[in-house]
């Protein structure tokens, strides 16, 4: 449906340009051209849902991916519209990961956040805040907003894709960071927050870097006997 609504709109101006003044016109296409990028991020979306893309495994501090997600990720945000708050623990929280993708799956977060902030049209700043704990062996790293909130019955359906949990587009960003904590062997929550919004949560499994050392060593002598 999103697709299809995309491609209608491209049809509608090329229906309707060639009777309005150039200024419209202009206007019309600057549109269009937005559209076919829309429309190439949900095709993107879809083939990454599809494919199981092998994943590149690396032991990362979770520290340094927090670190990097700041509002200049995304130019289209006024500056201060929102308050944007980090909050890691001292020591290192190490988990095994692909550092792209994870990096993509909080990107996704955010823009569900954003979304939400700006969607709803609260009044006053709006707030994220990037959280990293540890709980039971486990990462956590949540990002919370104090946009529209989702209702308790719709929450399991969250991750479902292009089901609409929120007002906005619906898409399959949070079906993808889903499908990604799977393969890692954790999990992504739901749930209220105390500023009425919601905050969502991945869950990963700290990494036994002692272990994972042995294993890099026992690869690499592997493929260097096999040479």
């Not at 095994?96 to 969607?119: K, N, P, T």
Request: proline letters at 4%; glycine letters at 6%; a negative charge.
């Amino acid at each position: 449906h999103a697709i299809a609504f995309k491609l209608h709109v491209l049809k509608r101006c090329r229906l309707v340009a060639s009777s309005l003044p150039r200024e419209e016109v202009q206007a019309m296409l600057q549109q269009s051209a937005d559209e076919v990028l829309r429309a190439e991020k949900v095709i993107a979306q879809l083939l990454a849902l599809a494919q199981q893309e092998p994943l590149s495994i690396e032991i990362v501090d979770l520290r340094s991916i927090v670190a990097e997600l700041t509002p200049d990720l995304f130019p289209g945000l006024p500056v201060g519209s929102v308050d944007w708050q980090i909050e890691t623990p001292d020591d290192a929280t190490y988990v095994a990961l692909d550092r792209r993708r994870f990096r993509e799956a909080l990107q996704h977060l955010l823009e569900s956040a954003l979304q939400a902030i700006h969607g709803f049209g609260i009044h006053g700043q709006g707030i994220i805040r990037i959280t990293l704990d540890r709980q039971h062996n486990q990462a956590v790293l949540s990002v919370a907003d104090n946009g529209e909130s989702i209702a308790a019955e719709l929450q399991p359906r969250a991750f479902e894709p292009f089901f609409a949990v929120r007002r906005g587009e619906p898409g399959v960003g949070l079906a993808l960071v889903t499908k990604f904590a799977q393969q890692l062997g954790g999990r992504v929550t739901c749930q209220d927050n105390a500023w009425g919004g919601t905050t969502f949560s991945v869950w990963l499994p700290l990494a036994n870097t002692d272990r994972f050392s042995r294993d890099v060593k026992h690869e690499q002598l592997a493929n260097h006997t096999r040479r």
